[in-house]
């Protein structure tokens, strides 16, 4: 009897020492095969990064190419101030026309591929640079949000961004947003991303997704290109109407392509009045050509789900100074 009682006993400590070894075996199995995994998705990562920045360069080359040849036409027209004056190039000889005609919209080459959107800079509003009359017009007048709502929106940003604590009338600031237990506090600075915006105090889900295809944080330009943007855009510019914006639109389909705030007035439905009292002000605010282009690249590898993505804003050299004909990077995105 005490025999098999210690044979039973060697043959459980046995069972129970095996089930260790097993068990030690199966995480360092788990451990290493995750590790194998971390180590595959870090350098599928680094590929996918070097696709997308493959993918800005080789747009940036057909940008360039695009200037080449055209300086004659850019002559003394280098800065934003004399673009109104400038009747010599029309949009549809303005190399940048349709940045995203320049380039294929997507290329493999081996394991890496890339995925090319380009965007005419004047086609965005930079949430960084409108007035809060501006986003009220694009709130109510280019997304139809109730005119009441827009104005606390529009108050409620440009609260965000500015470096005080003293709420705006209909705006928010810090403790408005603490008593209303909101995720995240005003950070009084510029806009990081347009992401950031859906935090701002009283943006929904859902407008966010309608305002964020027109939205940039750039900092960059607060210009319109009124031959490039949408209507949701036009419609920010004051003294926009629906019907002045369908105007524009038409004439533009039509080949019609103003090249100065005189032309441009003339599309629209105003009277003389009208349009003397918006001349002023939209010399500040319209442009007729592109001057910089959003180059968005999302890079892969063939049978990896990782994909990078690299965001880079490009200049026309031409109004920086240089000659050769040079698509200079001017601000890039950080990647993920």
């Known amino acids: 009897m005490r025999l098999r009682r210690r044979q039973g006993f060697v043959l459980l400590a046995a069972l129970w020492l095996l089930v260790a070894i097993s068990a030690v075996m199966l995480g360092a199995s788990l451990e290493s095969r995750s590790r194998r995994q971390v180590v595959a998705n870090t350098l599928d990562r680094t590929r996918a990064r070097a696709a997308a920045s493959a993918g800005t360069e080789y747009a940036r080359s057909r940008l360039s190419a695009a ?4 300086a004659d036409e850019y002559t003394g027209a280098r800065s934003l101030r004399g673009l109104e004056q400038m009747r010599q190039v029309t949009m549809l000889s303005s190399p940048w026309w349709a940045p995203q005609q320049l380039v294929e919209t ?52 440009a609260d965000w961004r500015d470096e005080d ?13 603490i008593r ?31 305002a964020r295809p027109y939205l940039i ?59 003397q009292a918006l001349r002023q002000e939209l010399q500040q605010r319209v442009i007729f050509l592109s001057l910089f282009v959003l180059v968005d690249a999302v890079g892969g590898v063939e049978g990896s789900a990782v994909r990078a993505r690299q965001r880079t ?23 993920s």
């Open 180 to 210: 209303a237990g909101a995720m995240r506090l005003p950070t009084n600075r510029p806009f990081g991303d347009v992401e950031e915006l859906r935090y701002v105090l009283g943006m929904t889900p859902e407008l966010f997704e309608a």
């Open 67 to 70: 200037l080449v040849g055209r």
């Open 106 to 157: 997507g290329r493999d080459f081996g394991e890496l591929d890339f995925d090319l959107q380009l965007q005419d800079l004047g086609a965005l509003l930079d949430i960084n640079l409108l007035e809060p009359d501006d986003l009220r017009r694009f709130f109510a007048n280019g997304l139809g949000v109730d005119y009441a709502v827009a104005d606390k929106l529009a108050q409620a940003i």
């Open 313 to 335: 804003i490009v200049g026309n050299g031409f109004f920086f100074g240089q000659r050769q004909g040079e698509a200079l990077e001017v601000m890039r995105f950080g990647g």
């Open 217 to 275: 944080a750039s900092g960059l330009v607060n210009r319109i290109n009124v031959n490039a943007a949408p209507a949701p855009v036009l419609l920010s510019l004051p003294g926009f109407t629906p019907a002045a914006v369908d105007a524009l639109i038409s004439a533009r389909e039509r080949g019609q392509i103003p090249v100065n705030v005189n032309e441009l007035l003339a599309l629209l439905p105003l009277d003389e009045g009208e349009r």
């Open 165 to 177: 604590d003293i709420p705006r009338v209909g705006g928010a600031e810090r403790d408005d947003y």
